[in-house]
């Protein structure tokens, strides 16, 4: 499994696999991208990151503000397209920051 950390407010958008763009009609399914019911909140920030999980086979996520929960569109980026995915070690050094405040999701 790969990870990645989201900005709350944010979506996903394109995924690349192997292959390229991640074709859904080829592989018969989507690709499995699940939120993790854990988030960092970065008081330095003052931003909360999601946790995601993606299957080995995804290699860059496109990743995107969502335009329904932003006040003006015009002052936020485009998309910013994630090419370095996490490991599972990589994720528990980021969770062990001093930056950082780890939070549980009941919800999801």
Avoid: H
């Amino acid at each position: 499994m790969k990870y990645f950390f989201l900005t709350d407010g944010w979506t996903i958008g394109r995924v690349w696999g192997v292959g390229g763009l991640w074709d859904q009609v080829l592989r018969r399914r989507p690709p499995e991208i699940q939120q993790v019911n854990l988030c960092i909140w970065d008081q330095s920030q003052q931003e909360k990151m999601w946790l995601y999980r993606v299957e080995d086979a995804v290699l860059m996520v496109e990743v995107k503000p969502d335009i329904t929960q932003t006040t003006n569109p015009s002052n936020t980026i485009g998309q910013v397209v994630l090419t370095r995915l996490m490991t599972a070690e990589q994720v528990l050094e980021r969770l062990g920051t001093a930056a950082t405040e780890c939070q549980m999701n009941k919800n999801l």
